[in-house]
């Protein structure tokens, strides 16, 4: 497989059901086809309930899909266990809401928590960080333009710069591929916009693929490669930021249309 092909998400047929007790259940997503190749940063928009986080849950291997494939380049994920999936797994760098730093320790230890994966060993096991590491961790502090802050405690960190420590953090996993669940929400308008920059150079620079869930729309017109819109658990739009309509937008979130 090569480097590039590597580095794509493709969802395939994923519906998601939920018991609901009494032997009943809910079907919140359903034939969901969505596919993210190497530099695309998708952007996945959708009214509170829409099905946004569950199909983040399903894409990161959190939760298994009722029926339907979680592929990272031709691996599908779904059908992997034990090792072979933690493994699969690592390809995949988590950006959530709040950065989830560890706020007694330097930025750099941060980054190189990300790196743990790698290491599963007594030394990781007792708490002590992979020092053959640090170049790693270093490089990647340097791509999100924060190499200054190394020694620096994480807890000294404005809300902007810790969440671009926490995309140092997910690059230092190696991923083939970013998931980010509302990576600005906690963010005011100037941070937000360079967060979602870095997120952008991220996919294109890296040739990574990243999928992001937004509630900002007008962030998600001016960063996003593409545009998909959830509504009750269906895609109702895929395309092209430019392509996508004020119409398309308020009906998705208009909650008495179909
Ligand atoms: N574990 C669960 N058990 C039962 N129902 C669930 C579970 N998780 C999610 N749901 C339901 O699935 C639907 C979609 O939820 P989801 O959290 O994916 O929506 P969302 O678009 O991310 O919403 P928000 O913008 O509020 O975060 C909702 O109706 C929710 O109640």
């Known amino acids: 497989m090569s480097e590039t092909t590597d580095r794509s ?25 969505l596919h993210i190749g190497p530099g695309e940063l998708v952007v996945l928009l959708g009214a509170n309930g829409s099905g946004k ?12 899909p009722t029926a339907g494939e979680v592929r990272i380049g031709r691996t599908d994920i779904t059908q992997m266990h034990g090792e072979t999936r933690r493994q699969s797994r690592m390809k995949l760098g988590m950006v959530f809401q709040d950065a989830r730093l560890i706020r007694r320790r330097s930025v750099l230890s941060n980054v190189l928590c990300g790196t743990l994966g790698r290491h599963q060993n007594i030394a990781t096991a007792l708490g002590f960080l992979p020092q053959s590491e640090r170049p790693l961790a270093m490089a990647c502090l340097e791509r999100v333009g924060l190499g200054a ?52 150079t991220v996919a294109r620079n890296e040739r990574l693929a990243v999928l ?3 509630h900002q729309i007008d962030l998600a017109r ?9 509504k009750k658990g269906h895609i ?22 179909s």
């Open 236 to 257: 109702a739009f895929d395309l092209p930021a430019s392509k996508v309509t004020d119409t398309m937008i308020s009906t998705l979130y208009t909650r008495d249309a």
């Open 53 to 64: 986080s569950t199909t983040l849950k399903i894409a990161s291997g959190m939760i298994a």
């Open 149 to 200: 802050l190394a020694g620096q405690r994480a807890s000294t960190l404005s809300g902007g710069q810790a969440q671009r420590v926490s995309v140092a953090r997910a690059l230092a996993q190696k991923p083939s591929v970013i998931l980010a669940d509302e990576p600005v929400a906690s963010l005011d308008p100037e941070s937000a916009e360079e967060v979602m920059t870095l997120l952008t």
């Open 9 to 33: 998400l493709l969802l395939r047929g994923i519906t998601k059901s939920f018991e609901t007790g009494a032997g009943g259940s809910k079907t919140v997503l359903e034939g969901i086809d």
């Open 222 to 230: 001016r960063h996003a490669t593409r545009l998909v819109g959830l």
């Open 212 to 214: 992001c869930v937004l």
